[in-house]
């Protein structure tokens, strides 16, 4: 299952807190059309089918083919000076 970083947890809570939306917003990863990226935008839920991952109040909705790329993943984020977000996604150490 795909795990968060605490920067990560932050910036998802960040993001989440700072829209009129239910607190059930999160991020939403899918796999792009193109087949090659994945997208990521924030969502005031789930969609039909999609995994959640909960890491301390921080939610990541992930659509099927997204999940199962991201089965041994990590996510992490930075803010940038400028305010933009960036999200990163790195394999995960092994226990």
Do not use: H, K
């Not at 193109?34 to 301390?56: C, F, K």
């Not at 790329?69 to 000076?81: F, G, K």
């Not at 933009?84 to 092994?94: E, G, K, R």
């Amino acid at each position: 299952m795909l795990a968060l970083t605490d920067n990560a947890v932050s910036v998802i809570r960040d993001l989440a807190a700072t829209t009129q939306t239910p607190d059930t917003t999160g991020v939403r990863i899918a796999v792009a059309q193109d087949q090659e990226q994945l997208s990521l935008a924030l969502t005031p839920a789930a969609s039909d089918g999609d995994q959640v991952v909960e890491d301390q109040g921080a939610r990541v909705y992930l659509e099927q083919e997204a999940a199962s790329m991201l089965a041994d993943r990590t996510l992490d984020a930075a803010v940038e000076q400028d305010g933009s977000v960036q999200f990163f996604v790195a394999t995960s150490p092994q226990a």
